[in-house]
């Protein structure tokens, strides 16, 4: 059986773990499906970990130097699965939101 619903996250800006949209319960267990990031003037990345600041790292995404370059990120299949929570470690990005179910 697949998974359809695709829920949204809060913007993220800084390093922490992804909330959903209401910005108010942690993001557990799921599955980024896709990424979108705004970048900043200079070149960046976002790293993704599973299971907070010291958790296993999932994927690291590098960002262009253009804050007028958006990126989005479409994970094929079920996506990336994050087991425990979804953690970003961001640099030189201006946000950086997902998709997940």
């Keep these: 059986m697949m998974q359809t619903d695709v829920l949204v996250s809060a913007v ?7 909330k959903e949209a209401t910005g108010t319960n942690n993001i557990l267990r799921s599955r980024v499906k896709a990424v979108y990031i705004v970048p900043a003037a200079t ?3 976002v ?3 599973d299971g907070g600041s010291g958790g296993t790292i999932n994927m690291t995404l590098n960002t262009v130097a253009s804050a007028t370059q958006p ?13 425990t ?7 030189n990005i201006g946000t950086v939101t997902i998709f997940y179910g």
Excluded: I, K
Aim: charged share 10%; hydrophobic share 45%.
């Design 71 to 83: 990126t989005y990120l479409l994970f094929p299949g079920e996506g990336v699965l994050f087991t």
């Design 85 to 91: 929570n979804v953690y970003a470690d961001v640099t």
């Design 12 to 18: 993220l800006s800084a390093d922490g773990q992804f």
């Design 43 to 45: 070149a960046g990345s």
């Design 47 to 49: 790293v993704f970990r």
